[in-house]
């Protein structure tokens, strides 16, 4: 009877997280140019719009860009930074990984102003590539942490152990250390690829209109009106989204990145 009870309590709580999924998908299906549901007769044509229509097809392709580029950034700055922390232990070392992470415990709003600040004063607002940057440091947090948790899950008897038969730092970071670590590394790119395609603050106000990031092609297109076309575009996010943190969890540590500690006896 119990059993019963949590299995039903599972499936009314997993329909009401999705049952707000389904009714954007329903709304992205509809045969108008209307935000009916249930949907008023089905149609794929929104989504074939996001890669036909001009509008819509660049912004998809420079979300993606900004979303690589910066992620692929956040992972080069927080990587000689969580090898430093770990390897060297120097207490005073923590105080990095602190400056690491404060650009992700600020209010959002709080670190845009900042870049717009920033960007303003050199005379760099509005440049496409600040946007990367700023998407990089404000989601550094991201791969420092999954880098740390990979760190902390190398045996350093096998740093001694190479480093003993004379390998020096270089050689125990490529031969040793990269291939434990690699997944940890791929996972921290992927949570902040996906964030960064999803955020609009910070592109907005260090960008402006000279950048129109598919957030801000959402947020400027509801100026005309209501479109089944942003449905679609969220239902998008969201499978790639779901995608995403599937590949982590078939080939990463996934209960480990969420906080889950394993210790072998």
Same mark, same amino acid.
């Given at each position: 009877?119990?059993?019963?009870? #949590? ?10 997280? =999705? ?8 709304? $992205? %299906? #509809? ?6 549901f249930p949907p008023k007769g089905l149609?794929?044509?929104?989504? =074939?719009?996001?890669? +036909?229509?001009? &509008?819509? !097809? /660049?912004?998809?392709?420079?979300? %993606?860009?900004?979303?690589?580029? $910066?992620? =692929? ?13 770990? !390897?060297? !232990? ?8 602190v400056l690491g992470m404060a650009p ?9 102003? &900042? ?7 050199? &005379? ?5 590539? +600040? ?14 942490? @999954?880098? $740390?948790? /990979? ?14 038969? /004379?390998?020096?730092?270089? +050689?125990?970071?490529? @031969? ?7 997944? *940890? ?12 395609? #999803?955020? *609009?603050?910070?592109? *907005?106000?260090?960008? &402006?209109?000279?950048?129109?990031? %598919? ?9 005309? /009106?209501? @479109?089944? @076309? ?12 779901? =995608? ?9 540590? %996934? ?8 210790k072998a006896d």
């Open positions: 009877m119990l059993r019963w009870l #949590n299995s039903l309590m599972a499936g009314l709580i997993g329909l009401i997280l =999705a049952a707000p999924i389904l009714v954007v998908a329903g709304v $992205s %299906l #509809n045969a108008k140019r209307s935000l009916d149609s794929p044509a929104w989504y =074939a719009e996001i890669f +036909t229509d001009p &509008g819509w !097809r /660049g912004a998809l392709v420079a979300s %993606l860009v900004v979303a690589a580029s $910066s992620a =692929a950034l956040a992972v080069a700055i927080a990587f000689p930074l969580a090898w430093f922390i770990w !390897r060297w !232990r120097a207490p005073w070392a923590r105080a990095f990984e992700f415990i600020l209010p959002p709003v709080i670190t845009a102003l &900042g870049f717009l600040s920033f960007w303003s004063t050199f &005379g760099q607002y509005g440049e496409p590539w +600040t946007v990367v940057v700023s998407h990089a440091v404000f989601f550094v947090t991201l791969p420092l942490v @999954t880098l $740390s948790l /990979g760190f902390g899950a190398v045996d350093r008897s096998f740093v001694e152990a190479a480093s003993t038969m /004379g390998a020096d730092d270089r +050689t125990v970071l490529r @031969t040793v250390v990269m291939p434990l670590v690699r997944p *940890y590394m791929i996972s921290g790119f992927a949570f902040a690829f996906v964030l960064s395609l #999803n955020e *609009y603050i910070v592109a *907005y106000m260090v960008a &402006g209109f000279t950048l129109e990031t %598919l957030p801000i092609k959402i947020f400027n297109a509801l100026r005309y /009106g209501y @479109t089944p @076309t942003m449905a679609a575009v969220t239902v998008l996010f969201v499978l790639l989204t779901a =995608a995403v943190f599937g590949l982590i969890a078939r080939f990463g540590d %996934l209960p480990r990145l969420l906080g889950a500690w394993i």
